[in-house]
């Protein structure tokens, strides 16, 4: 990551995707929706060299550069925030399947029409992705 200014500029996810573990995240409007975002936002923030958030958004409208972008990625870590899975099931409709998968939900987190959270609960669902992903993959199993 370099400084430009006053922001942190993350490396282009196009031209390092290969070495990178690329998430996509529901970003809904509840609270396990924006728990999503807060998680890859973490992620990408404290591995910098190692984890990449990545439009999901464009990736459903079927951006040619961004579906590149999630098939060369080293693994590719679906965050779902309810049942609906909506992370998962765009890139399984475009071809593309997570490595791992987590649904907030499921964590025993509910689902709040609010756009607060818990910062704990983000915490805690990172330090479980890094672990069993980033470890993993780190360490070549």
């Known amino acids: 990551m370099s400084k430009n200014n006053k922001y942190t500029l993350l490396p282009h996810c196009s031209k390092y995707a290969p ?15 924006q728990v999503g975002n807060e998680v890859a936002r973490m992620l990408t923030k404290k591995y910098p060299d190692k984890v990449r958030m990545c439009c999901l958004a464009a990736v459903a409208v079927g951006s040619e550069l961004h579906l590149r972008i999630f098939r060369d990625a080293k693994a590719v870590v679906a965050i779902n925030g309810c049942p609906l899975r909506c992370a998962s099931n765009i890139l399984r409709k475009n071809g593309i399947e997570p490595y791992y998968e987590v649904t907030i939900t499921e964590m025993g987190v509910p689902k709040v029409s609010t756009l607060d959270f818990d910062p704990e609960v983000s915490q805690k669902i990172a330090d479980k992705i890094a672990k069993e992903v980033i470890s993993r993959i780190e360490s070549g199993a």
């Open 19 to 33: 070495n990178l573990v690329i998430v996509a995240t529901c970003d809904g409007a509840s609270s396990v929706g």
